[in-house]
């Protein structure tokens, strides 16, 4: 039965228009980066920025749009018998592989015809991939939380498009501000905390570690770099990463579970 | 008592001609000895361990290859103490390190025109020690050294009160300095490769009117540091890979009316470390992959930077003063947004090299956690527009819309 509405469930997104201009869109920015720069290195480090944002919020709108698009759907097949867990997993599935898949698809493509990579440049373009994939689930887990959570669709798209707002621009603010107030207090330890209480910050860390290591060379960047090259701060960034895709789509999956449609 | 002095004695002084079997013509210092002045002794392939061997007349000391002058460790193994003297084509180990003296495998003291070529150091703690030396010449030469931690090495070659000296084409490698200049002027140092050092590449202080040209200082643990120097010049030198919270790829501090160009920085945590620096010429450098391009100090007045290439640096220049006295003009940066409408090869807009987010972290480091984010990109941008909190007058207002070539 799973395997059956997962495969519908991607074929319907696959339908979608949608998902072919996402596949599009990283391939022109990709392409067109490897063809300004002319070098690997430097596209990789622009491709952090464009994974960080457009990510997550693909993943938030697409998700929400699409649960409402399907909502029609669900209903029907809710009135056959399918347990709703199973629904649930082919729904967010279908939409997350879909969207992982040409995300993934579109950012290595270009590298590969514009003669491959290098084995550090491959190191850390599996990195980039591997953390938006993580982006992706939490993203798609969170719009299933706004979707399932609210029936009237504008609200659900400005909520999802609020939560984005607040993870990649509102909570850095509330961090600049917060650091150029407290400065003279040690609080770098603290900001690690509060960095891993947003996985986009958290992602942007990993990567800046691998990525431009020069800019870490001062003391909070070499408290930063030992907390994640330790076993117990790579564990928590682990870990941290892995309560950010589960904890949305727990949440969601509950929402479902027992909503009255 | 008396007789234990006197047996203790005898055994001493049996015990110090230590000569080598097969050597003929006896130790080195015989030899020398029996020398006139401006005679050239002919050293033939062989280990030689003796005292230290002091040359006291003008003369050309030649090693055939395999000449080879052993230390026991605990002492120095040649003194340069007349002048005119050449040494060449000799290996040299066996100094050990301590905390005592400068303990080095040649000293140069008090001499004029001697000559240092194509030897070989290994395992000594200072290699090449002159002390009031004038015009002598340090050429050719290959110095290893494989200390652990920078306060038990010594330096390649160390320079103090001398003059008019050349130090060039030299291999340096694994030393605490490689080359360190102190109250040392008029002096050319060239083509010198200096890695691998535990400190500094070159590290200079009170040194005037010396010219630095086509070095190359890489993987130095602290890069290079000049200090307290007035007209020296600075060319076509690499400073490669000084990586590490305190390591610089050339750091100027209280240098006057100097010249540094068209030297490649490259992959340096910090490349170009400027304070107390006024009324130098930066021209036609090149910045690439470093972590910080230029770090500007408030104290430095009346620099010109011109012609230089920025790429891709996280940080193109940085400064701690919002009213700066120094002048960019015609560099190339990467980083610049602007357009050339006329086409002359200038941007028809300034550029602020200066970012904001630059700014905050040299006030507040723990904002380098937001390094990257798009809230700092909207924030940098913003800046540019309005500045509030970089300095004003830091800007190229014709940049060059391609590098120099």
């Known amino acids: ?30 392409e067109g980066l490897l063809l300004a720069s002319g070098t690997g290195d430097k596209t990789l480090l622009s491709l952090i920025n464009v994974v960080l944002l457009l990510v997550p919020l693909v993943g938030l709108v697409f998700g929400t749009i699409h649960q409402y698009n399907s909502r029609e759907f669900t209903e029907l097949l809710l009135t056959q018998p399918v347990r709703r867990s199973v629904l649930f997993g082919s729904l967010l599935a279908g939409v997350a592989l879909p969207l992982m898949a040409t995300f993934a698809l579109g950012v290595f493509l270009p590298f590969v015809w514009h003669g491959g990579v290098t084995q ?4 850390r373009l599996a990195l980039l991939l591997g953390l938006g994939s993580v982006l992706t689930i939490t993203s798609v887990g969170a719009a299933f939380m706004v979707s399932t959570g609210q029936t009237d669709r504008v609200r659900g798209i400005g909520t999802a498009l609020g939560l984005w707002l607040v993870y990649a621009v509102l909570f850095d603010g509330a961090v600049l501000l917060a650091v150029t107030t407290l400065g003279h207090w040690p609080i770098e330890k603290a900001l690690l905390g509060i960095m891993l209480a947003n996985p986009v910050d958290l992602s942007r860390l990993i990567l800046l570690q691998v990525f431009d290591a020069a800019a870490m060379m001062g003391y909070t960047g070499a408290l930063f770099t030992r907390f994640f090259t330790s076993a117990s701060g790579f564990i928590m960034a682990g870990t941290a990463l892995l309560v950010w895709m589960l904890l949305p789509l727990w949440s969601a999956r509950r929402r479902f579970l027992s909503q009255d449609f | 008592m008396v007789l234990i002095l006197v047996i203790w004695g005898l055994l001493q002084a049996a015990s110090v001609p230590e000569r080598m079997p097969g050597h003929s013509a006896g130790t080195i210092s015989e030899r020398i000895a029996a020398a006139a002045p401006h005679d050239t002794v002919h050293v033939e392939a062989g280990v030689y361990t003796e005292p230290t061997i002091v040359i006291d007349r003008p003369l050309t000391l030649l090693g055939a290859p395999g000449a080879h002058i052993q230390g026991t460790g605990g002492h120095e193994l040649l003194v340069l103490a007349a002048d005119s003297i050449s040494v060449s084509g000799f290996t040299f180990s066996g100094v050990d390190r301590t905390f005592m003296e400068d303990r080095a495998a040649i000293r140069v003291q008090d001499a004029r025109g001697c000559r240092i070529a194509n ?20 050429e050719s ?3 290893r050294s494989q200390i652990t931690s920078e306060t038990t090495g010594g330096n390649a070659v160390h320079a103090w009160y001398s003059t008019h000296l050349t130090i060039a084409n ?15 002027d008029d002096s050319r140092v060239e083509g ?25 200082f890489s993987d130095n643990r602290a890069g290079v540091a000049v200090m307290y120097a007035d007209g020296i010049s600075m060319q076509r030198n690499v400073f490669r890979r000084a990586w590490g919270a305190s390591a610089y790829g050339l750091l100027l501090k209280e240098i ?10 490259d992959g340096n945590s910090v490349a170009l470390l400027v304070e107390s620096t006024d009324h130098m010429t930066f021209h036609g450098n090149t910045f690439a992959e470093n972590g910080w391009g230029i770090k500007l100090m408030a104290s430095a007045i009346g620099n010109v930077f011109s012609d230089n290439t920025f790429r891709g640096n996280t940080f193109d220049v940085s400064t701690n003063s919002r009213t700066l006295d120094s002048r960019f003009e015609g560099n190339f940066w990467d980083t610049y947004k602007g357009y050339d409408l006329d086409r002359d090869g200038r941007g028809d807009v300034a550029h602020r090299p200066v970012t904001l987010f630059s700014v905050l972290v040299e006030r507040h480091e723990p904002v380098i956690y937001l390094h990257r984010s ?22 190229d207002p014709q940049p060059r819309m391609r590098p120099p070539l």
């Open chain 1, 120 to 123: 550090d440049q491959g190191l």
């Open chain 1, 1 to 30: 039965m799973m395997t059956t509405l997962l495969t519908f469930h991607i074929k319907d997104a696959l339908r979608s228009r949608w998902l072919f201009a996402h596949f599009a869109l990283y391939l022109i920015i990709t």
């Open chain 2, 141 to 143: 030469n290959t110095l």
């Open chain 2, 119 to 138: 030897n070989t150091f290994r395992g000594v703690f200072f290699g090449i020690y002159m002390a009031r030396a004038t015009d002598c010449h340090i």
């Open chain 2, 374 to 395: 798009l809230l700092v990109d909207v924030l940098n941008v913003a800046e540019r527009l309005l500045p509030v909190l970089t300095p004003v007058e830091l800007v």
């Open chain 2, 170 to 184: 030299n291999r340096i490698d694994g030393f605490r300095d490689g080359i360190y200049l102190e109250f040392t």
């Open chain 2, 256 to 265: 006057r009316r100097g010249e540094v160009l068209n030297n490649t920085f």
């Open chain 2, 192 to 216: 010198n490769t200096s890695v691998n050092n535990l400190r500094y590449g070159l590290h200079f202080m009170f040194a005037d009117r010396n010219a630095y040209t086509d070095n190359v």
